[in-house]
């Protein structure tokens, strides 16, 4: 069974600060790789997503992702965060041989201090 | 086109009601998924359905919980004799066929007195 880790549940941030957060899987064939966001209140919405080609993904407001083969892991990064990033996080992850069910980590939630 | 659509967006009920939570997919997507968010822990795959069919029900318990997807009309997941344990927040998802990205609505957050 695929799983999905990730390694910091709370972060905090200034203003203009690097991001960073990490979520490795373990899963023995070839998968697709997500990450979504929660804002306060809302509902998931996807970020950006990996399915083949170009291992640097780049998504929306400003983030990107390297999914690693050899280390099973897709973190997250941006380079200058702001107030309003300040959501949850969910890295994702579906096998892409079989039906669309998906395992989603526990979740990193990032607090940006203005 | 609007998107995934889920209600009521709060629940209460008192233990041993039964309680139903609708969603309407987004336009043209005809797979349907619920998870669970349980309180400091990440979605949990519920159950995959297509129209009138359920393709994966491994993350159900086995017991009180059922869902279906009409040919007509919103998703509806059910639970019945509802317990403390129940309280968490469901959403529902929905793709068009072929497609591994999932949309997900708002979440109903049901809430167990």
């Known amino acids: 069974a695929q799983s999905v880790s990730q390694h910091n549940h709370h972060v905090i941030l200034s203003e203009a600060a690097s991001l960073e957060l990490g979520c490795n899987y373990s899963?023995?064939?070839?998968?697709?790789l997500f990450w979504y966001v929660q804002y306060p209140g809302q509902h998931l919405q996807l970020l950006l997503k990996?399915?083949?080609?170009?291992?640097l993904v780049k998504g929306i407001k400003g983030f990107e992702a390297e999914f690693i083969k050899s280390k099973f892991s897709f973190n997250l990064r941006k380079p200058s965060v702001q107030w309003s990033d300040t959501a949850e996080y969910f890295c994702?992850?579906?096998?892409?041989?079989?039906?669309?069910?998906?395992?989603f980590g526990t979740g990193t939630k990032l607090q940006v201090i203005p | 086109n609007a998107g995934v659509m889920q209600n009521p967006r709060h629940l209460v009920r008192r233990r041993g009601q039964e309680a139903r939570l609708r969603c309407s997919p987004m336009?043209?997507?005809?797979?349907v998924y619920w998870y669970r968010q349980l309180p400091e822990e990440g979605l949990k795959f519920m159950v995959y359905?297509?129209?009138?069919?359920?393709?994966?029900e491994s993350g159900m318990p086995k017991e009180r919980f059922s869902a279906e997807f009409p040919k007509e009309g919103p998703s509806i997941l059910r639970i019945q004799q509802v317990v403390r344990g129940d309280s968490a927040a469901y959403f529902c998802?929905?793709?068009?066929?072929?497609?591994?990205?999932?949309?997900f609505g708002p979440g109903t957050r049901l809430t167990v007195l």
């Open positions: 994702a992850v579906i096998d892409s041989g079989g039906y669309q069910k998906v395992t």
């Open positions: 359905l297509q129209k009138e069919n359920i393709i994966d």
């Open positions: 899963y023995g064939g070839t998968v697709n």
């Open positions: 336009k043209g997507h005809s797979h």
């Open positions: 990996y399915f083949s080609g170009d291992p």
């Open positions: 998802a929905s793709s068009p066929p072929l497609e591994d990205t999932q949309y």
